[in-house]
């Protein structure tokens, strides 16, 4: 509640302070983001984002591929520009944010410990703009997973609830990460969380791989479990389905090695007990096949051959089963399994760099089983709190595992050189291969890499600053155009293609134009060209004699528009 002495106030002032209180919202989350501001660097204030490549970082080891791409910076940044470049293109974003414990998140250059009054308005201002910004990446039916802890779950869901909506919500899965737990707690704590939210309704996640082990039965089609044939849906009964409600008659006497009994849709003297589908109180429900489907199923008097059966209870009752061969399943909402737990992130790290740099990194199969929830073999993936680069090794093992070709962003700045001494050497090693702890030699992962550095041009809307940006924008739109290879390059124009025959170029100034016209018209190829332009005009009079070969986009103001949102 604010403290102000209202007496010196002035009408006007009250006036605008009243006028802000009604629009306070009236139910979510609300937190002091005026006394919580995010200071940026000086070398960053009132400048604009771009990036620049740092060329002896380049990885390169599969020609036919696009590559991966790591920046280095400040991850607002990162995301500022990408806002540019990716906007609406990526399909996963996984990240794990400081959880503010009380001892590791620094804010406008101080560490925020558990005694600071505003730790958790901080924590939402900082994460409430990369999250707004993060949201705009995401494709329509893209996914967002977020690791975190007690510290801040229930703060970090409402806001991702405001910003992605409530409606989108998906789950807020239970990740086991240590079984002993932290005994020094009243109540060991065993577990963190993995948010996951949808860009939209249209969200579709993957099932999983089931672990056949899991699966009990066995006969001459292969192994299978059996799932109940009745709807457990309290929502679909006898009077909304009346179709879906009928009887099924068992034959006790003609069973399987299992005690699988016969089936039939007729009442006979052989087949004489008579099931319904009852839920465990008597009322009335519904099968979840109508007849013709099971009549489709069932091969009378050879249980062991078909696909539904009969089982009794230990009451005495009956239960009637499909065969279930669904060799996946849906993710449940706990996890709880042995290679995704923290202290195997450590131990993978460790067998890769050979000395603890980094703490607590995410274990690599614990992404993987994210990316095979909600990723296609050709996803882009988004991590802008890259770290140790877990998610960048994640996408590349899962690749290999079945031939995809995704690819990464990994976004992190270089507090204690994490970016250079962990995240890249980690992922160079996993490209090129290397010897790890035991001295025995792994094989790399064929993929290549692009490395960036953020840099900043001046903010200013002036002719002289517009030029500034044009000039030093060639890496932003290489990355916007997947398109790194140069063909060309001089102070009034450059060329570039990629490994699919996609070509690209730049005008810098207006020297540019007719040597870039020319070069075009000698290639034949259909070229999407950024002009250099003071306006938003892309100079389409002076590209007429190549009209049908281009796709003209003005720059800077192609830029500068997604700019002025983000920076107002």
């Known amino acids: 509640m604010r403290q102000d002495d209202f007496s010196d106030w002035s009408k006007e002032d009250l006036v605008k ?71 609406g293109q990526i399909d996963v974003i996984y990240i794990d944010p400081p959880y503010n414990t009380g001892n590791q998140f620094q804010f406008n250059d101080d560490i925020v410990d558990a005694s600071d009054p505003y730790r958790h308005s901080k924590w939402l201002t900082f994460m409430f703009k990369r999250l707004l910004l993060a949201k705009q990446l995401l494709k329509k039916n893209g996914t967002i997973f977020i690791s975190i802890d007690d510290n801040e779950q229930p703060r970090i869901r409402m806001l991702c609830e405001e910003i992605f909506g409530e409606k989108n919500f998906i789950s807020q899965i239970i990740v086991q990460t240590n079984k002993g737990g ?152 706990i996890w709880d399994e042995t290679d995704i737990r923290s202290e195997r992130g450590t131990i993978v790290l460790r067998q890769i760099l050979k000395k603890p740099l980094f703490d607590f990194p995410k274990p690599v199969e614990l992404i993987i089983k994210c990316l095979k929830l909600s990723t296609e073999k050709n996803s882009i993936i988004l991590d802008f709190f890259a770290g140790s680069g877990t998610t960048g090794h994640a996408v590349l093992e899962l690749n290999k595992e079945d031939k995809g070709n995704r690819q990464f962003i990994l976004c992190t700045n270089n507090e204690g050189n994490i970016c250079t001494n962990v995240c890249y050497p980690r992922i160079q090693k996993i490209i090129d291969g290397y010897t790890n702890i035991k001295n025995e030699k792994i094989k790399g992962l064929n993929a290549n890499l692009k490395y960036f550095k953020t840099d900043f041009v001046e903010g200013e809307s002036t002719d002289k600053n517009k030029k500034k940006l044009v000039d030093q924008c060639t890496e932003m739109l290489c990355l916007k155009e997947d398109c790194f290879d140069e063909l060309k390059q001089t102070k009034n124009y450059s060329i570039f293609k990629n490994h699919e025959e996609k070509y690209f170029g730049i005008v810098y100034d207006d020297d540019g134009i007719e040597p870039l016209k ?23 009079e002076e590209f007429e004699d190549v009209k049908g070969m281009v796709d003209l986009k003005p720059i800077p103001e192609v830029i500068l528009n997604v700019y002025r949102r983000i920076f107002k």
């Open 17 to 87: 302070e009243i006028k802000k209180l009604k629009k306070r919202k009236k139910f979510g989350l609300v937190w002091d983001e005026e006394k919580t501001k995010e200071k940026f660097d000086k070398d960053s204030v009132n400048k604009l984002p771009i990036l620049k490549e740092i060329k002896s970082k380049e990885i390169q080891t599969d020609k036919d591929s696009s590559s991966n791409i790591l920046i280095e910076g400040d991850n607002y940044d990162a995301l500022s520009v990408l806002n540019y470049t990716h906007k």
């Open 182 to 333: 932290r005994d020094y707690l009243e109540i060991a704590n065993t577990h963190e969380y993995l948010l996951c939210f949808g860009r939209s309704e249209d969200v579709k996640l993957h099932k999983l791989p089931k672990d056949i082990s899991s699966l009990r039965y066995n006969d001459s089609l292969g192994i299978y479990d059996i799932r109940e044939l009745r709807n457990r849906n309290p929502k679909f009964n006898k009077e909304n389905r009346p179709n879906l409600f009928y009887s099924i008659f068992v034959n006790p006497k003609i069973k399987d090695e299992y005690n699988h009994c016969a089936i039939s849709l007729k009442k006979t003297n052989e087949y004489n007990i008579e099931v319904l589908p009852r839920n465990k109180e008597g009322k009335d429900g519904c099968w979840r096949w109508g007849k013709k489907k099971l009549l489709e199923n069932i091969i009378l008097n050879i249980p062991k051959k078909s696909e539904v059966i009969a089982k009794k209870r230990r009451d005495g009752g009956w239960n009637i089963y499909e065969k279930d061969r669904n060799e996946t399943s849906r993710a449940k909402s």
């Open 518 to 540: 020319k070069q075009i018209k000698s290639t034949g190829k259909k070229f999407n060209v950024y002009v250099f332009s003071l306006d938003d005009s892309a100079r389409e």
